[in-house]
């Protein structure tokens, strides 16, 4: 398309929802800034200086119950405004249990994504039509954000955390991706694009990558790499808790809270060993802060969570 868009494609199950409430409220706002300008114009040429317009008690017709009326009828519609939009939000932080999970890094001043067969992009991000995919991020440096205009999509990616975003594309095509946050000189070149592909396509593409082992393998190797097998094995000479079925269910700790095993508890377990001590065992975990980098903590814990479907029957 040439020229100036006025909307930008609509290209996820999101778009559009997010393109009405966002022009129920143009309209709106609009027809009231007529309506307050338009009355501000009126009066202040009717009631100017030496006019002759009656200035005496109000019209019987702007009685209280008017007054009442209008006031609870744009109470309504704003409290409708705000109802439409938070169910629109909440429904856009819970991705579908089943959706294709993709890890995203953002570092100055590029875009790593993994998938799960392993296959890893730079500032491309390849995702099949009509299937839901669940973006988890994280940082490396500073304060990045994940903006997809297409899908109506925007997350921020913060350092020491994991933040996620989801969509179903719904437009086979090429979108743009920016970071729509300030990170630093080449910000406004921290861009890229993501090419929406038929699910047979994604998955001859994902498998088509140079990377011989999906994700998870790589996390088995790296989790060899960087020691950890030496404790959690059984039988290791460290009393370390096991792994296997770990990721997904609740975890007791020794100040007695209990836990979720979820993506964050992984890896703040790794990151922060002492902040979660599992019941029973001692604080003897040393941190991986700075030892791990980004990418093999997403495929460590790519790996942990791989360890559900094993130990599951
Ligand atoms: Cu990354 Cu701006």
Known sequence: ????????????????????IFSLLLVVSAVIILLVAGLLLGFAIRYRRGSKAPRGRLPA????DIEIGWTSATAFLALFL?????????????????????????????????????????????????????????AEDVIHSFFVPAFRLKQDVV??????????????????????????????????RVVVLPPEDYARWSHAQPEGDNLAQQGAKAFVALGCAGCHVAGGPVH????????????????????????????DSI????QDVVAGYDPVMPSF????????LQRVVAYLMSLREAATP
């Open 289 to 296: 802060a700075g030892v791990a980098s980004e990418a093999e």
């Open 82 to 138: 705000f109802w439409w939009a938070g169910a629109a939000q909440l429904a856009a932080v819970q991705p579908p249990p089943q959706a294709l999970e993709i890890r995203v890094i953002g570092r100055q001043w590029m875009w790593e994504v993994r998938h799960p067969s392993g296959a890893r992009e730079l500032d491309e991000l390849h995702v099949p039509l009509g299937e839901p995919v669940r973006l988890v991020m994280s």
């Open 159 to 192: 350092p020491g955390r994991l933040t996620e975003a989801w969509f179903t594309a719904t437009q086979p095509g090429e979108y743009h991706l920016f970071c729509a946050e300030f990170c630093g000189t080449e910000h406004s070149a921290m861009r890229g």
């Open 1 to 20: 398309m040439g020229g100036v868009a006025l909307w930008p494609a609509q290209a996820s199950a999101e778009a559009p929802r997010v393109d009405a």
């Open 240 to 267: 370390a808790p096991g792994l296997a079925g770990l990721y997904g269910r609740q975890v007791a700790l020794a100040d007695g809270r209990r836990v979720m095993a979820d993506e964050a508890y992984l890896r």
């Open 271 to 274: 990151l922060l060993p002492r």
């Open 61 to 64: 017709i702007l009685s209280r």
